[in-house]
């Protein structure tokens, strides 16, 4: 153990001792020194005071990382380098364009050219030109051209003033370099467009050799200029501007990895970025590439910054361009208002496709987007916190109605947004809530360890009861949720805290544990006690007992157990020589429970996997092949009773996403998700379900509960001796004798209006939706009078 290891190290050991000390001191001088102030137990009343805001900093951080100043440096280091290689490819793509412009220049051909020719009108437009504009929008320009006025409300204090003069000079060239690049594309295109629309090698090379020799000027250019006099100033420029990206990469210090180099890190955190590449500049890229139209709240003692999408914003930027409009204001139209992830700003909109999913998954539908900043997110002011985020998007959703005139308003929250989303559950008109949690300490528990359940709680004392916030929304609304959530585990998940309130009546979903003799035969691998009184099943419609989904989660371990050890014997038997089969036997078979040898038994070959129920993250695709969940060649090989009831069992569809093989290699509290959600979410009728669009239905190795019932019945009729050497399979047969009746009698009156709807991912934790994903959502959308197109509510606004 360490302390051996100390002993056998005495030089360790003195530094150890000596570095103990000096943390001993460093605590307890100031403390001396305050005693004489506030007396010795007063000392003892600011050290605890000091402990519990250490630790309401630690939670801060952990749940609302966004507000801190050295999270929003490390976004804006990430969008430099994110920027810059958008930079190099755009330089390569147009390079190689521009070679294919020139007469006798690079061999090519007419295909390749067409597609070199439509990345360059695609980086034109959404890399070079956003750039540009988003430099006009922060004022570096001195032009003033009504294409691009600038908003210098988007840096506060004006960036060109805060920058030091060298980072102001690359920031005006970049500017004139996108400027040059634009206008040099915008010049050699029409010559492009013919080139492009060559169908043949022959009448490429004829028209490459026409248009671009020294002779032939382009059209439209004063004075006449050939296509290799442009493209020679155009490769000057490219150069000019891939001389420029490693300025705009935010530099790394060295020392960041450790200690010493946080506190470093906190403090250059604290100055303002001397770089054009910051928060401004990707507020203002939002600006530009989304048309938007930045607002602030100013509310008592904070401000909360926030940006508005047009539902249109493509038609809108392109009358922005021609100058035919430059009105950015909020519109009177149905809006949705997006609750970002923990660490999310709306300033990350541009980062990546991923990023601005959203925005444009609801601009088509003809709706007007509004992003925003929590408190202490980008320009946003104050403390963030589940009470005062609450009291912001109520205050922005009374802005939109009464002061913007706003009809229709919903609200889509992801991750931790979804409880934002839900605090406005009487004043919005659809409430979507995406892979979000019961409580923030039901996900805590099995993200970092049961303890901080209770910690979190005595630390900052938020009420994070995402479930009745839920449950009070008289609007239409719809759970998201993904069983497999990296981050979110399920049984901590808004869907099972849903299930289990309106099934179990548990509505803290502090992590359940095994009553103690169902944990012994856990741990000691052994056949489940004897169920108790209380797991008797009474007839629908009455709840299902907490004591029966233990004893059928025990069961189905036990029965995996079985059949795992059967496979592994007769694997090895097959192999095995004619001396070692009476050896295999009674390793494998003779310490398993049977008609001969009785249920006190040790197996002795079990699946490591039979160990990871106390594991706070678990790997279902790790574990599946562990635990006989692989079924592609299920079927290839003659099987064992016992691996039949297995595979069939395993097989068995929760509707939620997730098969109840999964759900039992994970371990009790994932077994009991998968039971609460069945009865709740199936029997209610409210599980999304659009054809094609379910990849668990579709596998065939996939059986529906009812199926499966009477498939488990069959078997054991079949297979007598089965339920004498696995008495265990009796219970789950009729604890799915009892699942089914229940799903076949749909409860859509009781608990319709209470759950809304239900989308099952398979996505992860804050990933895109999977184009089947989309279209379920969009199924409830459409069902609520949500869905039109942007062109429709362009006509309704005229």
Request: charged letters at 20%; one cysteine or more.
């Amino acid at each position: 153990g360490p302390l051996f290891h100390l002993a056998a190290n005495p030089k360790l050991a003195g530094i150890t001792v000596l570095l103990l000390y000096v943390l001993f001191l460093v605590i307890w001088a100031p403390l001396y020194l305050v005693s004489f102030i506030v007396t010795e137990k007063g000392a003892y009343l600011v050290f605890i005071a000091a402990l519990m805001s250490l630790a309401y900093l630690v939670a801060l951080y952990l749940s609302f990382p966004g507000c801190f100043k050295t999270v929003q440096r490390d976004i804006e280091k990430d969008y430099s380098r994110r920027l810059a290689y958008k930079l190099e490819v755009m330089i390569v793509t147009m390079a190689a364009w521009g070679h294919d412009l020139v007469a006798n220049g690079r061999v090519s051909n007419y295909e390749q050219f067409r597609n070199v020719h439509a990345e360059v009108v695609f980086m034109r437009t959404e890399v070079a030109a956003v750039l540009r504009d988003s430099l006009r929008l922060l004022g570096f320009s001195g032009e003033r051209d009504g294409a691009c006025d600038p908003l210098t409300s988007l840096a506060d204090p004006p960036l060109p003033g805060i920058l030091s003069d060298v980072k102001a000079a690359e920031a005006r060239q970049l500017l004139r370099c996108l400027v040059c690049v634009c206008d040099a594309v915008d010049t050699l295109m029409p010559t492009a467009e013919r080139l492009a629309g060559a169908t043949t090698s022959g009448s490429f090379l004829s028209l490459q050799a026409e248009l671009c020799s020294e002779r032939q000027p382009l059209p439209g250019t004063s004075p006449a200029t050939s296509s290799k006099a442009v493209v020679e100033r155009f490769f000057s420029v490219l150069s000019e501007l891939r001389l420029l990206l490693p300025h705009l990469r935010a530099r790394n210090h060295p020392d960041e990895s450790s200690i010493l180099g946080f506190v470093h890190s906190w403090r250059r955190a604290r100055k303002p970025l001397d770089s054009c590449v910051c928060l401004a500049l990707m507020r203002a890229e939002v600006v530009a590439r989304f048309a938007g139209s930045v607002f602030s709240l100013n509310l008592p003692g904070r401000s909360i910054d926030c940006c508005a999408i047009p539902p249109n914003y493509r038609q809108t930027r392109e009358d922005v361009v021609r100058g035919q409009t430059t009105a950015r204001s909020v519109a009177a139209v149905k809006t949705v208002i997006f609750c970002n992830p923990n660490a999310g700003l709306y300033e990350c909109a541009n980062a990546s496709p991923k990023s601005s999913d959203w925005i444009q998954f609801y601009t088509e539908m003809g709706c007007q987007v509004i992003v925003w900043n929590y408190r202490g997110y980008g320009r946003s002011t104050g403390l963030p916190s589940p009470a005062s985020n609450n009291a912001d998007i109520a205050e922005l959703v009374q802005f939109l109605r009464e002061t913007c005139g706003v009809p229709r308003v919903a609200v889509h929250g992801e991750s931790i947004g979804g409880m934002v989303a839900c605090s406005a559950n009487s004043i919005v008109d659809l409430l979507i809530v995406d892979r979000t949690f019961a409580n923030l300490g039901a996900v805590a528990q099995y993200l970092v360890g049961g303890w901080t359940r209770g910690a979190l709680r005595l630390v900052t004392c938020w009420d994070t009861d995402v479930v009745q916030l839920y449950l009070n929304c008289p609007c239409y609304k719809v759970v998201c949720s993904d069983v497999s959530d990296e981050i979110i585990a399920d049984p901590g998940s808004l869907k099972t805290g849903l299930a289990a309130y309106l099934e179990l009546g548990d509505r803290a979903l502090i992590r359940p544990e095994l009553p103690l003799e169902y944990g012994l035969a856990e741990v000691a691998k052994e056949a489940p006690p004897s169920p108790p009184h209380a797991a008797a099943l009474t007839p629908p419609p009455r709840r299902v007992p907490e004591a029966a989904i233990i004893h059928f989660s025990a069961c189905l371990r036990w029965i995996a157990r079985r059949s795992k050890a059967s496979k592994r014997a007769w694997d090895n038997w097959e192999v095995a020589g004619e001396n070692e089969q009476a050896a295999l036997t009674q390793r494998y078979l003779g310490g398993l429970p049977s008609a001969a040898t009785g249920r006190d038994g040790a197996a002795g070959a079990e699946p490591k996997a039979a160990d990871q129920e106390d594991d706070e993250d678990v790997d279902h695709d790790q574990v599946a092949a562990e635990w006989g969940l692989d079924f592609s060649s299920a079927h290839n090989v003659p099987l064992e009773p016992v691996q039949q009831l297995w595979q069939l069992l395993a097989g068995v569809n929760g509707y939620c996403g997730q098969l109840l093989g999964h759900a039992t290699a994970a371990g009790y509290p994932w077994v009991r998700s998968w039971v609460c959600s069945l009865l709740i979410w199936k029997v209610s009728g409210k599980i999304t379900e659009v054809a094609g669009c379910d990849p668990i239905a579709e596998d065939p190795h996939v059986i529906d509960l009812p199926l499966a019932a009477v498939q488990v019945r069959q078997l054991l009729e079949q297979e007598p001796s089965l339920r004498e050497d696995v008495p265990e399979s009796l219970f789950v047969l009729e604890m799915l004798g009892y699942l089914a009746d229940r799903v076949q009698a749909p409860d859509n009156a009781a608990l319709g209006s209470k759950l809304g709807g239900l989308v099952p991912l398979h996505c992860g934790h804050n990933a895109a939706y999977s184009p089947e994903e989309r279209l379920l959502l969009e199924s409830h959308l459409e069902a609520a009078g949500w869905r039109t197109s942007a062109a429709d509510e362009e006509k309704s606004l005229s």
